[in-house]
Structure formats: structure tokens, C-alpha cells
């Protein structure tokens, strides 16, 4: 009995120590299974192309970046051929002591070091990453003639180059290294390889335009590491060049003229929404951005008090004080609360019904009896606040409204603001608090909380010279594909303002116009051999608030708290082809720290046009 039961014991734990045996064998069989699942599909490519190892590797093209032209054919951003140094981390046995020998070689530094640690998790470990840029011609005939680093290479690759340095700057931007933030925007297959997106501008804006599509090679190496062989997969197509409406030599005048101040000048074409001009100051050197810019240069960007990367033509916003008139004339005059024959008698101020306070006129002495197109000849500030203080807020917001003020106009570069066109209940919203009557005054002269961009002021200005199209602003004119003919770029149609009363426009335009032409006109000195015909309007930004009574004098303030000086206008005034707004922060009086810097920007330009007729 004792053997039998012995038997079935030894039988029983056979039984079990085979069952715990099949169950091993069939976990280990499912997980090789799995394993074999995971190389040959899973991962199939990755272990196909490292099972090649040095022989062979599909590398990416990278595409050569579109140029960028202004309207008439100079060259604004191109491409130079340079050099860079490059390390293949598989071909290197110990890359921390190589980049060291490289540093004590005098061919790299503490920051190349850290930004080739910081990009190579961008790259494979048979890529060539890159580890310094731009090199000299020295530094590269240094390195051929004495290379002792395994698996470190000098490339050839095309470097951006900005040839007239600062100039157009805040228009066309940079392009830099890129982020991990540029990273994730990008298409990951297209940016393989890439090095500099666009960051800013028309760089930034155009980034797919520009780029172009990356192509891919494949690579055979013997044992050694040597390229014995190359096989183009798909080839890279180049990015478009890109031919902005830009006129350079504008650029450079009023960059010219701007020097040492801080402003804008914006001129766009009236009958199309093209930009001319485009310019912001300070203005500040792209080139440094291209390669990663100095802790020298970046310092002296953020410390400057002046913000030189502040792009203040979409990005600036300024009180647009006496320069929005015509726009309350106008709508005073479609909504039938003045005439053309209405008129008020100017003492020097204006005092709402009740109340003590005194609105005074730019001028305390007074102008006498005004009509609405004297007010804008002459800048009068209490026409205006009677017209505001008879039209009220309500109707006031939605005549300025009908130009735009307060919204962005949707120009083809990033960053743009939209001021502010108040409200009863913008300023309920924002400040918490009533809307009261002297309010209304101070919009009504475009102060208070009202601000606007100098595009805006711009885009309102040539849509009164063109009697109600408020155009949409366009930098990108004609683009262009490698081998190609130019193709024009397609302009949105513009909005239509909806006044109805064609004398309206007249009226308003005919005082513009005695800006310039009226023995008191504010921009009389502007008629001074001038060979076009220009309507404009002057206008004087408080910046620092005063008590009622109290005078202003410049000298006696802050150079920051005092005004800023505004130009606006358009010619010829019968046939209009060019707007303008000119913004020079802290300057003073507008039409004479202003007007004439927009005067010599339109001298450029019909300059430009006489001679190409005369050419004809």
C-alpha cells in the first residue's frame, strides 16, 4: 500500500512539475513571438537600416530657403554658401574629450559645447549634427590641415544673410535656430535635418512658402567610413522666393529719418492695399539672430529702454489725438449732426452745460467762428468737442468704427494689435466703471482711452483718399518658384464704407486738403515746392495728463511724458495713389516734427515715379 501511494505522489508531482513546464516553454514562446512581432514589424524600418550599419543610411535634403525681394527686384534676405562643423556620434569613441580637444583647438567654445548637447536629441547617432556654424575660411583650412578627430567633418551649407543689415528689419524679421516649440509646430518629415525657421516677420509668416520640401539620400560608406556612393531618393525642392510690395529706397528714408527716435512710418497704395513702407526704429541687426546672437548683443537688446524689437507700426499704440477728425467730421456729417455750414464760435475752450471744467482748444487764444472744414484746416479742438459732445458716444464709437479703429487689420505679418475704440461698455468691462460726457470730448479729438496703431491710422487715411474702400493691408506682392515665371499674389477685395452722400467725402477731403494749402493751415510750411498735390492732417498726442488750467511745456517734463507728434495723409488728392501716418514718440508738435518726415518719405516716391516716366 505504502509503494502504491508513493507511486501516485510521484506521478502527481511529475504531472505538476510538466505542467509548470509547458506553461514556461509557453510564456517563453509567446514572448520571443512577441519579440519577433516587435523587430520585423513593429520596427521593422529602424532595425532594417541599423542591420545595414555603416554601409548604408538615408539621410535627409535639405532644401535651399526662398529669397525675399522688395517690388523692385533689390534683394531684402538671400543665401550664402559657408562651412560648419559637424560630429557623427557613432563614428566617435568618446565625444565628451572630443568636443574638449575641439575647444582647446580654438575651433569651438563653451557655448557650441552646450548647444550641441542641447540639439543632439534631434538627431540619430549617424547623423552629422552640427556643431559650430558659419565658419571662417581660417578656421576651415586650420581644420583640414590639421584634423585630428575621428568622425568630425567640415560641411558646406547655406547660411541666411540680410545684405542691408538692420534696414526692413521689423518687415521681414530673421530666421534662428530652431526650438523645440518650432519643433512641434513643424512637420517632422519636411523639417528633418532643418536647422532655421522663420521667427519673426515675413521670415515667420511665409515659413511654409520659404522652406520648401526636404528630399531624401541614400549613403553607402565602405569600412572605413568613407562615402563611396551616393543615390538621390527624392530630390529637395526649393523654397519660393518671395517679391514683397516693400520699396526699399522708401525704407531707407524714413529709416533715415527716423534715426535716433523712436517711431513709425507706415505708406501703403490706395488702390490696392500694398505696404510701401514699413518702418519701426529703433531698428536692430537680423543678422545676429541667424546663428544664434551673443550674450552681448541680447543684452544690449533687452537693457535698451528704447525696445528696438517692438515693431511699433502694427505693435505700437498711440493716442491718434487731432489726426482721427475727418474720420468724427465725417461721421458727423452722414449721421445729420453738422453740415457743411455748420459753424461754432472758439474762445479758447468748451465747457459742457453745468459744469465748471474748461476743455481748452490747442490754441487758448481761440480761432473765432469755425466751420468743419477751417476745424480740420486748423486742428480746432472745440469744434470737435461740441460735435462729439452733440453726437454722444453711442454714435460717435460707431462712426469711427465704420474705419476700423479698434480691430486689427489684418496685415500678413504676426504680432499685430488693435488699439482701442471705447465704449460705454468697453469701459464697463475693462474698468468697471460709468461712461461720463467729458469722455466723449476726449475721444472726440482722439485722446482719452482711444488708441490705434500707425497701420490703422494708415488704412483709415487711404480709405478716405479713395472715398470708402477700407483696404486690407498686404506685404507679400509676387512669389516665385525655382525656375519659374512670377506669379502675383491675389488681393482681397476691401469693405466698402457705407456713406452715402458723395459731398460728405468732399467736404472732409477739401479740409485735409487746406491743411497743407490754407495760409492757416497746420501743414502750410508742407506747400513749399511741392510737386504733388497732398491733403494731410496733423495731430499732437498727449501722452502725460495735465490739470485743466495748467499749460504744457515741454521742457519742463520728463522727455517720456511728453507728446508724440502724428502725421497722416494722401496724394495726388485727385487721383490718390499713396497714404501715409508718421509717429514720433515724445517729439512734440505734429506738423512740425512729423509732417515733414512724411513730406520727404512722398517725395521719394514721386520722385521715383517722374523718372519712370520721363524713362517711358
Sequence with gaps: MDSISNTQLENTLLSSRLKLALVFIFLLTLLLLVRIYNLQVVHHEYYQEESLGNQMRTLP??????????????????????????????????????????????????????????????????????????????????????????????????????????????????????????????????????????????????????????????????????????????????????????????????EELLKGKRGAIVAIDTRNGEVLALVSTPIYNPNWFVNGISHANYNSLQSSSDIPQLNRTVQGLYPPASTIKPMVALAGLEQG?????????????????????????????????????????????????????????DNLHNGLNLFNFGQKTGIDIPGEQGGILPSKSWKKINKNEPWYKGETLNTGIGQGFMTSSPLQLAVATAALANKGQLLKPILLKNTQLLGQ???????????????????NWETVIDGMRQVIYSPKGTARRLNNKLGYTLAG??????????????????EKLAENLRDHALFTGFAPIENPQIAIAVVVENAGSGSSKAAPLARQVLDVYFNKHLDNELAQ
Design 61 to 254: 535634403i535639405i532644401p535651399s530657403r526662398g529669397k525675399i525681394f522688395d517690388r523692385n527686384g533689390q534683394i531684402l534676405a538671400t543665401n550664402k554658401l559657408t562651412y560648419q562643423l559637424t560630429l557623427t556620434p557613432e563614428k566617435v569613441g568618446n565625444i565628451s574629450k572630443t568636443l574638449i580637444g575641439l575647444e582647446k583647438q580654438g575651433f569651438i567654445d563653451q557655448e557650441d559645447i552646450l548647444l550641441y548637447y542641447k540639439n543632439r536629441k534631434r538627431f540619430r547617432k549617424f547623423h552629422n549634427i552640427p556643431v559650430k556654424l558659419n565658419l571662417s575660411e581660417q578656421q576651415v583650412a586650420k581644420f583640414l590641415v590639421s584634423n585630428q578627430f575621428p568622425g568630425v567633418d567640415i560641411e558646406p551649407y547655406f547660411h541666411r544673410v540680410y545684405p542691408h543689415n538692420a534696414s526692413s528689419v521689423h518687415a521681414l524679421g530673421y530666421v534662428s535656430r530652431m526650438s523645440k516649440k518650432d519643433k512641434a509646430l513643424y512637420d517632422k518629415r519636411n523639417y528633418s535635418g532643418t536647422l532655421f525657421v522663420g521667427k519673426v516677420g515675413i521670415e515667420k509668416q511665409y515659413e511654409s512658402l520659404l522652406h520648401g520640401q526636404t528630399g531624401l539620400k541614400q549613403i553607402e560608406r565602405n569600412v572605413s567610413g568613407r562615402v563611396i556612393d551616393t543615390q538621390i531618393i527624392t530630390p529637395a525642392i526649393a523654397g519660393q522666393n518671395l517679391y514683397l510690395s516693400l520699396d526699399l529706397d522708401m525704407q531707407k528714408k524714413a
Design 337 to 393: 449732426t453738422i453740415d457743411n455750414q455748420s459753424s461754432v464760435f472758439d474762445r479758447g475752450y468748451y465747457q459742457l452745460p453745468g459744469v465748471k471744467r474748461k476743455f481748452h482748444n490747442w490754441d487758448r487764444n481761440g480761432h473765432g467762428r469755425v466751420n468743419v472744414t477751417d476745424a480740420i484746416a486748423r486742428s480746432n479742438d472745440v469744434f470737435f468737442y461740441d460735435l462729439a459732445n452733440k453726437m454722444g458716444i
Design 485 to 503: 515665371s512670377i506669379t502675383e499674389v491675389k488681393k482681397a477685395v476691401g469693405r466698402q464704407i457705407p456713406i452715402h452722400d458723395i459731398k
Design 537 to 554: 492732417k496733423t495731430g499732437t498726442a498727449q501722452v502725460f495728463g495735465l490739470d485743466a488750467e495748467e499749460a504744457y511745456i515741454a
